[in-house]
């Protein structure tokens, strides 16, 4: 196989998976900013508010206090949130969760009071970890998007690279053939000839 035929070959197959690669990119880019956008989209309405520096405890301001009196709009603030709710449910019943606090509600010959006040406290726990869920739910999904997104843009990058080595190398596939075909011109016997 000459030089010419093996670099159009190559070249093409360079220029399918650059094809390839810019749409698979462009697709991936797509979906990482629809991801995004669907989870903004969908807390922005619930006005879920961090409150204000002075307002945390001390150990809220560390683990959370960068988003402090922010609306929680994205995945990493949703995440923080979780972490803000998770610890409020620690103080409702001595950091038992739910599942729990429920089961010891339910004990056979507890008195009636107790286990009211266990039902309220399994309540609250229902509904916080219910929240937590959905928030760790938009942040799974944004970290999703976000490397949909990012691997977009270097497959396009790629692509793009691709591209241009394909374009390159049909450049070169067509300097091989002229190169080729001056070799294989006739050539006379000048020394015979007796010239």
């Known amino acids: 196989m000459n030089r010419k035929v093996w670099d159009q070959l190559v ?10 690669m810019l749409f698979v990119g462009a697709a991936a880019i797509f979906g990482g900013n629809f991801g995004r956008n669907n989870v903004t989209d969908r807390l922005a309405p619930e006005q879920v508010q961090f409150p204000a520096y002075e307002a945390m405890t001390p150990d809220e301001q560390t683990s959370v206090g960068s988003f402090a009196g922010q609306q929680v709009t994205t995945g990493p603030q949703a995440e923080a949130f979780a972490r803000f709710i998770q610890g409020h449910l620690a103080l409702i019943n001595e950091g038992k969760t739910y599942s729990q606090t429920s089961a ?30 959905i928030l760790l739910n938009a942040y799974g999904w944004w970290t999703v998007a976000t490397i949909a997104l990012y691997t977009g843009y270097v497959m396009v990058i790629a692509g793009i690279v691709m591209l ?16 080729v075909a001056v070799e294989t011109l006739p050539t006379r016997d000048y020394v015979s000839a007796g010239v």
Do not use: N, W, Y
């Not at 070249?11 to 390839?20: H, N």
């Open 11 to 20: 070249s093409t197959a360079a220029l399918v998976i650059a094809g390839v």
């Open 104 to 133: 010891a509600g339910r004990v056979e010959g507890l008195d009636p009071k107790v286990a009211a006040d266990l039902q309220v406290k399994a309540d609250t726990l229902f509904k916080g970890e219910t929240l937590r869920s």
């Open 164 to 179: 241009v080595l394909s374009v390159l190398g049909f450049r070169h596939a067509k300097k091989a053939g002229a190169v």
